[in-house]
């Protein structure tokens, strides 16, 4: 039997019960497990390789610089073959690849081995992460997108909040090898039992529409038999204001996050141990589910650009504490501020592009826009890897990521076009 067979004797899949509720809920297990083995994970790996290892963090660090690019190549490379074989069989390939990439990471003894398993988990990457998320959540949502999207992309943080204590808890008991398989064997059934039950491509396919009963219909939104929409081209999209100024600063402001976020376990296990490092990751995902869910009933109320703004200067204000302060307690309250506005990094530009682009033109956009930010945000790892082992401590990496935070709140409110693109209704040049 099909998931969509079985859907149709639930209660939950009849035309008065909005069937997008439970789609959100396998982004968020979805999410849950990419960020947690995909991004979160990665400062785990990066730890144990240099403290148990022995590896140089300059040797360890850019390898997760070349996962990123590696990712961000597949993200355009398959993004119309995930469109075209759709959220349930995407997901499932994609758990599938982390898993696997995971075990291999276990048991990696040289550099190339973690070379090799870090792209296998940058195919898990491409098909589960925020693209992909966007993607399944745009067809069922349009005036709730934000709240949708913030409500699935707080299985991020629930990546860092669970997997990440789990990975440290299971290393501890099992050792390295065993703890991390069972965290990754432990985290695919439920992902994949998930996007065979919650996702379905679109609500037509339920006799439903996007954003449940009582929400007008969009032309041509549950159309199933609608002929395909040129998609513009990279150069086009380039020639857009609206999309330079969206990827220039998320992916400047992702390059300083992913950078300092990969080397988090490191730079405070340094300063407190590895068991605060692993609480202060907690507070982080904590306080990112809270500005997310925060910034989801915002987005849908307030002007999103004036949000992203606000965004980037909280985060600043995290990477200050930091820098100038040493004792638990700032450093934990440094989580926090720093962590509020982690989780808005990945939602906004999403939401961003929804209220500058043509409908018809959302996911393409959103692809090209994560792949440019992921392209560029790869650089973060590994320069912050060799700047800490240049200059023997993070106080300049964290001096260098507070200038590109200040940079960025700047260009988001000068650089973007205030309110809908007026070029963007139709192609551009």
């Given at each position: 039997?099909?998931?969509?067979?079985?859907?149709?004797?639930?209660?939950?899949?009849?035309?008065?019960?909005?069937?997008?509720g439970w789609v959100v809920a396998g982004c968020?297990?979805?999410?849950?497990?990419?960020?947690?083995?995909?991004?979160?994970?990665?400062?785990?790996?990066?730890?144990?390789?240099?403290?148990?290892?022995?590896?140089?963090?300059?040797?360890?660090?850019?390898?997760?610089?070349?996962?990123?690019?590696?990712?961000?190549?597949?993200?355009?490379?398959?993004?119309?073959?995930?469109?075209?074989?759709?959220?349930?069989?995407?997901?499932?390939?994609?758990?599938?690849?982390?898993?696997?990439?995971?075990?291999?990471?276990?048991?990696?003894?040289?550099?190339?081995?973690?070379?090799?398993?870090?792209?296998?988990?940058?195919?898990?990457?491409?098909?589960?992460?925020?693209?992909?998320?966007?993607?399944?959540?745009?067809?069922?949502?349009?005036?709730?997108?934000?709240?949708?999207?913030?409500?699935?992309?707080?299985?991020?943080?629930?990546?860092?909040?669970?997997?990440?204590?789990?990975?440290?808890?299971?290393?501890?008991?099992?050792?390295?090898?065993?703890?991390?398989?069972?965290?990754?064997?432990?985290?695919?059934?439920?992902?994949?039992?998930?996007?065979?039950?919650?996702?379905?491509?679109?609500?037509?396919?339920?006799?439903?529409?996007?954003?449940?009963?009582?929400?007008?219909?969009?032309?041509?939104?549950?159309?199933?038999?609608?002929?395909?929409?040129?998609?513009?081209?990279?150069?086009?999209?380039?020639?857009?204001?609206?999309?330079?100024?969206?990827?220039?600063?998320?992916?400047?402001?992702?390059?300083?996050?992913?950078?300092?976020?990969?080397?988090?376990?490191?730079?405070?296990?340094?300063?407190?141990?590895?068991?605060?490092?692993?609480?202060?990751?907690?507070?982080?995902?904590?306080?990112?589910?809270?500005?997310?869910?925060?910034?989801?009933?915002?987005?849908?109320?307030?002007?999103?650009?004036?949000?992203?703004?606000?965004?980037?200067?909280?985060?600043?204000?995290?990477?200050?504490?930091?820098?100038?302060?040493?004792?638990?307690?700032?450093?934990?309250?440094?989580?926090?501020?720093?962590?509020?506005?982690?989780?808005?990094?990945?939602?906004?530009?999403?939401?961003?592009?929804?209220?500058?682009?043509?409908?018809?033109?959302?996911?393409?956009?959103?692809?090209?826009?994560?792949?440019?930010?992921?392209?560029?945000?790869?650089?973060?790892?590994?320069?912050?890897?060799?700047?800490?082992?240049?200059?023997?401590?993070?106080?300049?990496?964290?001096?260098?990521c507070t200038l590109v935070g200040m940079g960025?709140?700047?260009?988001?409110?000068?650089?973007?076009?205030?309110?809908?693109?007026?070029?963007?209704?139709?192609?551009?040049?």
């Amino acid at each position: 039997m099909t998931g969509l067979n079985l859907r149709r004797r639930l209660p939950a899949a009849q035309p008065q019960a909005f069937f997008g509720g439970w789609v959100v809920a396998g982004c968020f297990i979805m999410a849950t497990a990419a960020w947690g083995l995909g991004f979160y994970g990665n400062g785990v790996y990066l730890a144990h390789l240099v403290r148990d290892l022995g590896w140089p963090v300059g040797q360890v660090a850019p390898a997760l610089s070349v996962y990123f690019w590696i990712g961000a190549v597949l993200l355009v490379a398959t993004g119309r073959l995930v469109d075209h074989i759709g959220p349930q069989r995407s997901a499932s390939l994609g758990m599938l690849a982390m898993t696997l990439a995971v075990l291999a990471i276990a048991r990696v003894q040289t550099v190339w081995q973690f070379y090799a398993a870090l792209t296998l988990l940058a195919l898990g990457w491409s098909w589960m992460s925020g693209a992909a998320i966007n993607t399944t959540l745009s067809r069922w949502f349009d005036a709730r997108r934000g709240t949708a999207v913030s409500l699935a992309l707080t299985g991020a943080s629930m990546g860092g909040i669970l997997v990440v204590p789990l990975m440290v808890a299971a290393i501890e008991r099992w050792g390295f090898r065993d703890g991390l398989s069972l965290i990754a064997l432990g985290l695919a059934l439920p992902v994949i039992g998930a996007a065979w039950f919650c996702f379905v491509r679109e609500p037509a396919l339920l006799g439903q529409q996007a954003d449940g009963p009582g929400a007008p219909a969009l032309r041509g939104q549950d159309r199933t038999d609608a002929a395909a929409p040129r998609l513009w081209s990279i150069g086009q999209l380039l020639r857009e204001r609206a999309f330079v100024s969206n990827v220039l600063p998320f992916s400047l402001g992702l390059l300083a996050q992913a950078g300092l976020l990969m080397h988090q376990v490191t730079m405070l296990s340094e300063r407190h141990g590895v068991r605060h490092a692993a609480w202060g990751v907690v507070l982080t995902t904590l306080a990112a589910m809270a500005g997310r869910l925060l910034m989801g009933h915002l987005a849908d109320r307030a002007p999103r650009l004036a949000l992203a703004a606000l965004n980037f200067s909280i985060q600043v204000i995290g990477l200050l504490l930091f820098a100038f302060t040493q004792d638990l307690a700032s450093m934990y309250l440094a989580c926090v501020f720093y962590g509020v506005a982690v989780g808005n990094m990945i939602a906004l530009p999403g939401l961003l592009v929804q209220r500058e682009f043509p409908r018809e033109q959302f996911a393409h956009v959103t692809r090209w826009a994560t792949a440019i930010n992921q392209f560029v945000y790869a650089l973060g790892p590994g320069l912050l890897g060799l700047l800490r082992e240049r200059s023997g401590n993070y106080f300049s990496c964290l001096l260098l990521c507070t200038l590109v935070g200040m940079g960025c709140a700047a260009l988001v409110w000068l650089g973007r076009p205030k309110g809908v693109a007026g070029t963007a209704a139709r192609p551009p040049g």
